[in-house]
C-alpha cells in the first residue's frame, strides 16, 4: 500500500528516519530530531524567500500556476469578477460564503456607514507636504487610525475584530481619495452613502462642484472587476507581512499598515507603472519586434511579463484584457493598448518566452486601464491596496483563529564571527565597515 511518509538517511550518522507527509508537505519541525550527535540542536531547513516554504494552512484562496487558474473560497475568479460585485467577495473572503440577499444588503450598508473618516484623521492628513506619495500617507493614515480606535488591540474579541474589519473596508478608500485629492491640492470630498462601493471611491475622487457626483456606470463597474481581481493572492509578500506583523497580536490598523508598506515596494506593487514606461518607451506597435529582439538579447526583462506563481497565463490578465476594451469605449481607446496586444502577440509565439513559460501577469494590462481612466501612476499601488485590504484581513482573522500559530519567528544560519576577545577603545585599529 501506498505510503504517506517520507524515509530520510542521515549520511553523517547513518541513522534513517520517517516522516508522514500530508497534503505534498513534510513538517519542518519533523527535522528536528535529526541530530549529528547528542548536543546537536537538530535539522532546520535554509529557504531564503520562503520559495519552498508552507507558513500557513489556508483556506482563503487556491492558486494553481501551472495551469492558470486562480479561485477565491473555491469559486473560481472568472465567475466571481462576471457576477458579484467587490462586497459580495469582500464578504466571501472573510466569512467562506457568498451572502444571500438579505445578508449581502446588511453587508454593504454597514460597510457603507463606516466610509467616513473622523476629522483628526483628516486633519492629520493635511499635515503632509503638498507633493506627498499618496501610497505613504496611506500607509500611514491606515496606521494613525490605530490612535483612533484604541479599542482594536482587543483582538481576541470576535464582535470588536469585525467592527475593525467593517471599519478599515469602508475607510480605506476614503483615506485614498484623500491622498489623492491633497496632492492636487484639491478639498476633500465626504462619501456619500447613496453610492455603491466603487461609485461612491470615485466619487470621492473627482467630484468637483456639481452638487451630486454621477459615476459613469461602465467604469465604476470596471473598478468594482478590478477591486475582485486584487481582493487576495494567498501568501504573497504584503498578505505574509500582515500574518507576520499580527502574528505578535497587533492590532488590524497597524498590521494593515505594515502589509501596505510591503505593498508599495516596486517587485509587488508597482510593476503596472513600469509596463506603461516600457509602452511608452516602445512608442508604437512597429517597433514591437526590435524590442523584443533587445530583451531577448539580455536587455531587461519584459514588464509585466512572468510570474513567481503562475507558469501559464494569468488568469486576472485574461479579464483584465476584457474590462479594458469595455473602458475604452467610454474613454477612447488608450494608444498603449496596441502597443501592448502587439507585444502579447509577438512574445507568445516567440521560443524564448515559450520555453520560459512567461505569460502576461496582472499588471500588463492594469496600468492601462487606469491611465485610461484617469488616475496618475502613483495611484496605482493605492488602487491595489483598497480591495487588497479585505485579502489581508481575511488571511489575519484567519491566522488568529489557527490554533497551530504562533508570534512568526523564523531561524537563521548564522555566518557571523565566532566567540571574540573584548577590545578596549584605544587599542582597537580603524574599523573597516561592511555595507
Ligand atoms: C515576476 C518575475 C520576478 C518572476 O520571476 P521568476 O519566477 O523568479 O523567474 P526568473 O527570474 O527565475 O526567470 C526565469 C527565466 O525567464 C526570464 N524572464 C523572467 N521574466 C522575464 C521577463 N519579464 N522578460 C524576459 N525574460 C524574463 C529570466 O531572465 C530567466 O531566464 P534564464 O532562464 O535564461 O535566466 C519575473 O518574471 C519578472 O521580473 N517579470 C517582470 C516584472 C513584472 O511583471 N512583475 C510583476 C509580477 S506580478
Not at 407 to 428: H, L, N, W
Request: aromatic share 10%; net charge neutral.
Amino acid at each position: 500500500m501506498k505510503q504517506e511518509t517520507l524515509t530520510i538517511t542521515d549520511n553523517r550518522t547513518g541513522q534513517s528516519y520517517v516522516v508522514p507527509v500530508e497534503r505534498g508537505t513534510i513538517r519542518a519541525m519533523d527535522l528536528r530530531q535529526i541530530k549529528a550527535s547528542a548536543g546537536d540542536f537538530g535539522l532546520m531547513t535554509y529557504d531564503p524567500a520562503f520559495l519552498n516554504t508552507a507558513s500557513c494552512r489556508s483556506s482563503v484562496t487556491f492558486i494553481d500556476g501551472e495551469r492558470g487558474i486562480l479561485r477565491y473560497r473555491g469559486y473560481p475568479i472568472e465567475a466571481l469578477a462576471e457576477h458579484c460585485t467587490f462586497l459580495e467577495v469582500a464578504y466571501l473572503l472573510l466569512f467562506g460564503e457568498l451572502p444571500e440577499e438579505r445578508q449581502l444588503e446588511n453587508w454593504v450598508s454597514e460597510i457603507t456607514h463606516h466610509t467616513m473618516l473622523h476629522e483628526n484623521t483628516k486633519k492629520f492628513m493635511e499635515g503632509f507636504r503638498h507633493d506627498a506619495h499618496p501610497m505613504g500617507m496611506l500607509v500611514s493614515t491606515v496606521a494613525a487610525l490605530s490612535t483612533i480606535y484604541p479599542e482594536a488591540k482587543a483582538i481576541h474579541d470576535a464582535d470588536n475584530r469585525l467592527l475593525q474589519i467593517k471599519r478599515l473596508i469602508g475607510k480605506v478608500p476614503s483615506i485614498a481619495a484623500m491622498s489623492y485629492r491633497h496632492s492636487l491640492g484639491f478639498p476633500y470630498v465626504y462619501p456619500d452613502n447613496d453610492l455603491s462601493y466603487a461609485e461612491n471611491f470615485l466619487n470621492m475622487l473627482w467630484k468637483m462642484v456639481e452638487p451630486k457626483y454621477v459615476a459613469n456606470p461602465v467604469l465604476a463597474r470596471a473598478l468594482d472587476i478590478l477591486f475582485i481581481l486584487h481582493a487576495d493572492h494567498e501568501q504573497n509578500c504584503s498578505t505574509n507581512t500582515m500574518r507576520s506583523v499580527g502574528s505578535a497580536q497587533t492590532d488590524p490598523y497597524l498590521a494593515t499598515a505594515a502589509a501596505a508598506a510591503a505593498l508599495a515596494g516596486p517587485l509587488h506593487g508597482g510593476a503596472n507603472e513600469q509596463v506603461l514606461t516600457m509602452l511608452d518607451e516602445i512608442g508604437s506597435k512597429d517597433n514591437v519586434p526590435a524590442y523584443v529582439k533587445k530583451i531577448k538579447e539580455g536587455h531587461g526583462k519584459l514588464m509585466g511579463f512572468g510570474h513567481r506563481v503562475y507558469k501559464n497565463y494569468d488568469p486576472r490578465a485574461k479579464i483584465i484584457k476584457w474590462t479594458a476594451e469595455q473602458v475604452f469605449e467610454v474613454t477612447g481607446r488608450n494608444r498603449k493598448l496596441d502597443t501592448a496586444l502587439e507585444l502579447e502577440r509577438i512574445a507568445l509565439q516567440d521560443d524564448y518566452f515559450v520555453t520560459r513559460k512567461l505569460y502576461p501577469n496582472v499588471d500588463f494590462y492594469s496600468g492601462i486601464i487606469y491611465q485610461a481612466m484617469g488616475f496618475s501612476p502613483e495611484m496605482f499601488t493605492v488602487l491595489f491596496a483598497i480591495p487588497r485590504t479585505t485579502g489581508w484581513l481575511a488571511q489575519w482573522q484567519e491566522m488568529l483563529l489557527d490554533p497551530e500559530q504562533k508570534s512568526a519567528r523564523p531561524r537563521q544560519v548564522y555566518t557571523g564571527e565566532d566567540t571574540r576577545q573584548f577590545v578596549p577603545i584605544e587599542q582597537r585599529v580603524p574599523a573597516v565597515v561592511k555595507t
